[in-house]
């Protein structure tokens, strides 16, 4: 089969298109024809050699997340599951290929009524927008930053936000993203040196940026506020201590769940995307063996809502 393969840690060019053997469901497992692949910020810094969640050496094939069709069911396993449409992740590599193997369990099915390529883009955001809500307790009338609001995570929480009754102000980098956030009361460009003054108090932030970026942010927040510090788009973490926090009465949320959480996040994703009521942007696909490529994009911060690959 067709795959992408990660043999040392570097750049984007690490990444090569190449063959792979095909793989096999085992006992418990599905195996999945892979029409799309996930790809995201987290998996550039695993292929940059950096400290992640992903622990795994070189040579491998990376990817986390996939959506297909099931074409082959193990030992074990509901004989229904054969021919269904599911996302799936796949528990840290091999999903950049026409085919991967995975624990039954793990699959989720998609709607009748949902895209598959939504699905695809909403399986890592969508729980981690929704669970980041849930956790914030985002309230009817709340005042809420939502850095790298053009991006997969920064979309969903917009209008996550909205549906709860908040009041969003989104904020982005540079002209062209911030012209691309939808669904916000108002949009402010984070590069702007008086983008803050703009923004004014607000009651929950959503850090997805880091750095200064986050650091100011946090210093918006009105006494009683929460923080949801949840990436590093910018490069690094916000640093904010739990004694700031709570010397300025406000609670930080660095955790959505538990792994046992992070099913039913994914399924209330799915479930309010296939209702019309939560639309994943997809900005970019790019063709399997241009893995690469993507990488580079989303590296550049060139990128707009959530990037994808097609098998």
């Known amino acids: 089969m067709r795959a992408v393969w990660l043999r040392e840690f570097g750049g984007p060019e690490v990444l ?15 195996l999945v024809e892979v029409a799309y692949a996930n790809t995201t910020f987290v998996e550039t810094q695993f292929r940059a050699g950096a400290p992640g969640p992903f622990r795994a ?19 074990g396993v509901d004989p229904g599951l054969a021919g269904q449409r599911v996302v799936t992740s796949t528990g840290g590599s091999g999903g950049y290929a026409q085919r991967v193997a995975v624990d039954a369990a793990a699959v989720f099915p998609v709607p009748s009524a949902l895209d598959l390529d939504a699905a695809v883009a909403l399986l890592a955001d969508g729980r ?3 669970g980041l809500v849930h956790a ?4 009817p009338g709340d005042r809420v930053l939502v850095e790298a609001a053009a991006g997969g995570v920064g979309g969903l929480l917009v209008q996550l936000a909205r549906a709860a009754g908040a009041l969003v102000i989104g904020a982005a ?25 703009r923004v004014g108090e607000v009651d929950v932030v959503f850090d997805g940026v880091g750095g200064s970026i986050g650091a100011t942010a946090f210093g918006l927040l009105r006494p009683g506020g929460r923080m949801a510090i949840y990436g590093l788009a910018g490069g690094s973490w916000t640093e904010v201590s739990e004694v700031d926090a709570e010397a300025r009465g406000v609670a930080l949320v660095r955790s959505i769940g538990s792994p046992a959480d992070m099913r039913g996040l994914t399924e209330s994703a799915l479930a309010e995307a296939a209702a019309g009521r939560l639309v994943p942007v997809i900005g970019q696909r790019f063709p399997l063996e241009k893995a690469a490529d993507a990488h580079a994009a989303i590296e550049s911060r060139a990128t707009v809502g959530k990037t994808l690959l097609v098998a």
């Not at 062209?176 to 983008?195: E, H, N, R």
Request: no cysteine; net charge negative.
């Open 16 to 30: 090569v298109p190449g063959d792979a053997p095909d793989p096999v469901a085992g006992p418990g497992q599905v």
């Open 57 to 75: 050496e070189p040579p491998l094939i990376p990817g986390n997340g996939v959506g297909g069709v099931i074409s082959a069911i193990g030992e």
């Open 128 to 130: 981690t927008a929704t």
């Open 136 to 139: 914030t307790r985002v309230r």
């Open 173 to 197: 980098g540079g002209p062209a993203k911030v012209a691309s956030v939808l669904g916000a009361d108002s949009v402010v460009d984070y590069l702007a040196p008086d983008w803050a003054s």
